[in-house]
């Protein structure tokens, strides 16, 4: 199966900033740019979002962290990157990474999840 590789995560207080990272699969690797990659989270007993989205260089992201969260990728090291600033006690939750092919959006990939808290 497979799976994209999900690190970063940690505890840290309101205010503070994390840095999250996704590696691709080698079995992706050679195509990683044919990729539109993003970011999801979900907290405990809800749904799994959006959080931020990065398509040809073109990204979106979720009204609650705009201005606060930015998306970037890293096409030599097969990497996307999750950079959060600003850091809220909301903000807790499991984050996922997802690769989507963009010639066939059925074929989709995610990591594990790694996760982030924000308490003092």
């Known amino acids: 199966q497979v799976q994209l590789v999900e690190s970063g995560g940690d505890l840290v207080q309101p205010g503070g900033s994390l840095r999250l990272s996704c590696k691709a699969p080698?079995?992706?690797?050679?195509?990683?740019?044919?990729?539109?990659m993003a970011w999801y989270r979900q907290a405990p007993g809800k749904q799994r979002e959006l959080v931020a989205r990065e398509s040809r260089g073109s990204t979106n992201y979720a009204d609650s962290v705009k201005g606060r969260f930015t998306i970037s990728r890293d096409n030599s090291r097969k990497t996307v990157y999750l950079q959060m600033n600003s850091l809220k006690p909301e903000d807790t939750a499991i984050y996922y990474c997802s690769a989507v092919n963009r010639a066939n959006s059925a074929l989709q990939y995610w990591g594990q999840g790694t996760q982030v808290t924000v308490s003092a």
């Open positions: 080698r079995s992706i690797t050679s195509v990683f740019n044919a990729h539109d």
